[in-house]
């Protein structure tokens, strides 16, 4: 049975049905028509999705990072990293990969942001001579940090999932999310000074100082978020209700850029945002509650345990999966598709869960930039209207030192849990 | 012009009412979870009715949203067959719809009784009783069934929204 539930499951999402409903149309046939269960089982367990308050901090998290958007945050964060980090070779460049750090630390969604960043800097990129594809690329690659720096949907998922912390998760994302931003500055500034890619010139002190105060109040919601979790303040949940009450107000009454239109559509896409991602995972409880009924993860456990049994290898098999799977299906889905095998696979290994988080969490956001899908490098190419296949070219050197600074932290797990350690003490 | 103008607003709202109430629902529990936090931090009181009504309203805007969102996009999904002339891309957007109608059609007919064993259950803070949180179950499902009986209808139409020449 779980092979054919497999088979149809996939096939429905090959054949262009949506995710969710492939899940959901594939987990009741099984439980319908093979395990003989009444029908008002998937009512059941779809709406049992609501019962992890948690989750309450996507639709929290997502409005913020649209509020913010909405009231021109991030051309003022661009505006302001530009004023300190400019002058350096290849400043635009580098600039780019800050304001995407700094946006992660507000929306937790790495399209998001790299939509966000790509519409403020690939113009005047163009202009100052940096190659298309090259900025495309690079944008793209930074955007992917969204899902790693919290706050973090996918990290939100993934907690719900596994019933890990999400706080924990939170906190171990943050020195790998700072890793892949500092490898791809150095990608950058090697770039800039092999293409010979220019300085901007030093702002007057005046401006330079309007440039940072105009920036501060949007990037002191990352002090918010990450502050209250790290001091033990707040949890994710509560962080999310902290950061939405703050971008309300940082854009109503700071910036005054926010109108009652744009709140409006801001909570649409929120909305529309939240619901996509509930249906993903009340489907995907679906499938997992058969699989683990069927047994499946101790199946796949015994093959794994058959190829290693040595944790860190282990994980290094499963973040090359994520780099597979990564490249087809995005993050949440991935997530909620994988996890209910892997998890029980990884923790009887030894691995903590929370390190598990931060490898899946990365390996699969790295996907987001490799062909055939790659959703952000996409946007960012449309932006800068550039080709797909020029995009394509110009990313590698991002995706192997994303590759890279991932198997570090496969291998060197203190990278993710340093953080949440030290708050457990 | 303006007595044309009023019924085409007015349709216009009526188009929209979904997404008024959704908005609504998404305000709520903003509203709720803030209040949660100011009285937990500031007053020193833990208001449990608030989780309870936070959750049930997420519920609803599961299902109540998802309709509404469905006027606009579509869920998460893979599309291999972009490359395709317009007619056999049609007709496979017709069978995609198809499968997401019979899923909801499955949830739908499966709510009635989810929803009637759930009539004996209070919630423990607000004392709601369970039918009326999981009905929204049975009303969004065939919200549901309606949106995509629009969808297959926006197929065959030779105008297309924007959803569909995102796709095709």
């Known amino acids: ?425 | 012009m303006s007595g044309s103008g009023v019924p085409a607003r007015r349709a216009a709202l009526w188009r929209s009412a979904d997404d008024f109430v959704n908005v609504a629902l998404l305000a709520v529990i903003a509203v709720v979870l803030v209040v949660q936090v100011f009285s937990r931090y500031v007053l020193n009181v833990s208001l449990g009715w608030t989780t309870e009504l936070a959750s049930t309203l997420l519920g609803w805007l599961m299902f109540l949203g998802a309709p509404a969102m469905l006027k606009r996009q579509s869920h998460m999904e893979i599309y291999l067959f972009g490359g395709l002339r317009r007619v056999p891309q049609t007709v496979i957007r017709i069978l995609i719809e198809l499968a997401s109608g019979a899923f909801y059609a499955i949830v739908l007919i499966g709510s009635f009784d989810y929803v009637a064993s759930t009539q004996f259950f209070e919630t423990p803070a607000l004392g709601i009783r369970g039918d009326v949180i999981t009905a929204v179950i049975p009303v969004g499902s065939a919200y549901l069934l309606v949106r995509t009986a629009i969808r297959i209808r926006d197929l065959l139409r030779p105008e297309r929204p924007r959803w569909i020449r995102e796709h095709l």
């Not at chain 1, 220019?198 to 918010?224: H, K, S, Y």
């Not at chain 1, 069927?294 to 456990?301: S, W």
Request: overall charge neutral; hydrophobic content about 60%.
């Open chain 1, 1 to 425: 049975m779980t092979l054919a539930l497999v088979a149809i499951v996939l096939v429905l999402i090959l054949l262009g049905v949506p995710i969710a409903i492939s899940l959901g149309l594939g987990s009741v046939m099984a439980l319908v028509f093979w395990a003989d269960n009444p029908l008002a089982v998937v009512s059941q367990k779809l709406f049992e999705v609501r019962d992890h308050y948690s989750l309450l901090a996507i639709p929290m998290f997502i409005f913020a990072g649209f509020l913010m958007d909405a009231s021109g945050m991030s051309e003022r964060i661009v505006r302001a990293v530009a004023a300190v980090l400019g002058f350096i070779r290849g400043g635009l460049s580098i600039v780019s990969v800050v304001t995407c750090m700094l946006f992660a630390g507000v929306s937790g969604s790495a399209v998001a942001d790299a939509a966000a960043v790509g519409a403020v800097m690939l113009k005047p990129m163009k202009e100052r001579g940096y190659e298309p594809a090259f900025s495309a690329a690079l944008i793209g690659a930074a955007g992917c940090i969204g899902p790693i720096i919290p706050p973090s949907i996918a990290f939100i998922i993934f907690g719900v999932a596994t019933e890990t912390s999400i706080t924990e998760l939170f906190l171990a994302g943050a020195i790998p999310g700072i890793l892949i931003g500092l490898s791809l500055i150095v990608v950058a500034y090697v770039t800039a000074v092999r293409r010979n890619y220019p300085r901007e010139p030093l702002p007057p002190v005046r401006q330079m100082v309007t440039d940072l105060l105009g920036g501060l109040p949007a990037m002191f919601m990352m002090v918010i978020v990450l502050g209250g979790i790290l001091g033990g303040i707040f949890t994710a949940t509560e962080a999310s209700v902290a950061a939405l009450a703050y971008g309300l107000a940082i854009g109503t009454l700071f910036y005054r850029s926010l109108s009652w239109a744009q709140i409006y559509a801001a909570m649409i896409r929120t909305m529309d945002a939240t619901v996509t991602v509930l249906w993903l995972i009340a489907c995907a409880s679906l499938l997992s509650w058969i699989l683990t009924s069927e047994g499946v993860p101790d199946a796949v456990g015994k093959f794994m345990f058959g190829l290693t049994t040595d944790p860190l290898w282990l994980l290094f098999l499963i973040a090359i999966l994520y780099l597979v799977v990564g490249m087809l299906i995005d993050v949440a889905p991935a997530i909620l598709m994988l996890i209910p095998v892997l998890f029980p696979v990884a923790t009887k290994a030894g691995i903590d869960p929370v390190h598990l988080g931060v490898v899946t969490i990365t390996g699969l956001a790295i996907g987001l930039i490799t062909p055939p899908t790659a959703p952000c490098l996409m946007i960012t190419a449309g932006i800068a209207e550039v080709s797909a296949a020029r995009a394509f070219r110009a990313v590698w050197p991002m995706v192997l030192v994303m590759t890279a600074v991932l198997f570090l932290v496969v291998f060197f797990p203190q990278l993710a849990l340093w953080l949440p350690q030290l708050v457990r003490n």
